[in-house]
């Protein structure tokens, strides 16, 4: 089993940045693939960011490609969001994920089997 802690949300401006972090526990996630999902209120939850457990295979959401890096560090069990230029639209409940080994399909919430408890990201115009 992976325990997953999400942390770093908050309130920001248009405009600027934040780090989401997120903390495995429980086993060593060194072959897992991490990556992160958003919600927003009335919305359905969509994929954003997927990382390989070696770093590669990265893929990104069309809407935040460009603006949004995904890392990890397998040595201290971290997957980390750098978000820039955020928007309003960007506005949502971010979760991290994990699955053990690699799906084709990453952007489908149902191949995640952990998930984290979700930090709210909150965008004002």
């Known amino acids: 089993q992976v325990q997953l802690v999400d942390s770093g949300g908050g309130l920001v401006q248009a405009g600027d940045s934040l780090r989401l972090s997120c903390a495995a526990s429980g086993r060593s996630f060194t072959h897992y693939t991490m990556g992160w999902f958003r919600q927003g209120f009335g919305k359905e939850r969509e994929f954003v960011a997927v990382m390989r457990w070696n770093g590669a295979d990265t893929q990104y959401a069309e809407s935040v490609k460009g603006r949004f890096t995904i890392s990890r560090d397998n040595a201290k069990n971290t997957v980390t969001l750098q978000m820039n230029s955020l928007q309003p639209e960007d506005t949502a409940v971010y979760y991290c994920?994990?699955?053990?080994?690699?799906?084709?399909?990453?952007?489908?919430?149902?191949?995640?089997?952990?998930w984290g408890q979700g930090t709210q990201v909150t965008v004002s115009s």
């Open positions: 994920v994990g699955r053990w080994g690699y799906s084709s399909d990453y952007r489908s919430a149902d191949v995640y089997n952990y």
